[in-house]
């Protein structure tokens, strides 16, 4: 069974920086797969963020062009996501996972706090 850990969030005032990162274990498709980044806000649901191809294609849900930037080191088995200009409506969960369809067992995610 895969299994998922993120790391790197913290507490962060608006305009500030982030690198997370996702420790993927288990899989023996990583290279072959692709990855996202989702979030959950206090009250609102899971939703997507980013996602990286196998071969390296990106894509951005809008709030976070320009800012956010999706990467993968296969040799690793690690996802990354750096986030750049922070703003409060960052806050969140941000959890990794399969794209487009996530496994069922998601990791515990990592908090991210943006302060004005």
């Known amino acids: 069974q895969v299994q998922l850990a993120e790391s790197g969030g913290g507490l962060v005032q608006a305009g500030g920086s982030l690198r997370l990162s996702c420790a993927v274990s288990?899989?023996?498709?990583?290279?072959?797969?692709?990855l996202g980044w989702y979030r959950r806000a206090p009250g609102n649901e899971r939703e997507f963020v980013a996602r990286i191809s196998a071969t390296g294609t990106t894509d951005y849900e809008d709030a976070v062009k320009g800012r956010f930037t999706i990467s993968r080191d296969n040799a690793k088995r690690t996802l990354y996501l750096h986030m750049n200009s922070l703003k409060p409506e960052d806050t969140a969960v941000y959890y990794c996972?399969?794209?487009?369809?996530?496994?069922?067992?998601w990791g515990q995610g990592t908090q991210v706090t943006v302060s004005p």
């Open positions: 996972n399969e794209w487009p369809t996530p496994y069922d067992d």
């Open positions: 288990l899989s023996t498709f990583f290279s072959a797969q692709s």
